[in-house]
């Protein structure tokens, strides 16, 4: 099955001392599918781990490690999310009072009808009242 993961699930894979038992399962499951992302996927996973450097919670080892081992997986950039960020993305960060960088996961995760992995607490409330399935909390 495949899913749009955002990277507040990403970051608690990643960290070991915030994993929990459906983060495990959401990356054991990815060893098998693919795992939908948008464009900022990238620079918000990589901007996590320097706000981990520059607070001294990891080194630039243990960063480098992390980005390698999501190499591992099969996490395809959704080509087509800057299209949509001027319209059905900012029409979803309105509805439900999200910034668009969330907003861009939930319009994601609607237009391929895929589940949304994700954390944080307002994505996961507006992706239920959009029906879809949310993994992770």
Request: hydrophobic share 45%; glycine share 4%; with cysteine.
């Amino acid at each position: 099955m495949s899913l749009v993961l955002d990277s507040s699930v990403t970051l608690a894979w990643l960290y070991e001392d915030e994993r929990i038992e459906t983060i495990e399962d959401i990356f054991a499951a990815l060893a098998e599918t693919t795992a939908w992302v948008p464009a900022i996927w990238r620079l918000e996973v990589a901007n996590a781990l320097q706000q981990g450097i520059r607070r001294g919670r990891i080194d630039r080892d243990f960063r480098d490690a992390a980005l390698k081992d999501l190499t591992d997986y099969d996490i395809a950039v959704d080509p087509d999310t800057v299209m949509h960020a001027w319209t059905a993305t900012l029409a979803l960060a309105d509805r439900f009072n999200l910034t668009p960088y969330d907003a861009c996961y939930l319009e994601l995760a609607r237009r391929r009808a895929l589940p949304l992995a994700t954390l944080d607490t307002d994505l996961r409330k507006a992706g239920k009242k959009l029906g879809l399935t949310v993994l992770g909390g």
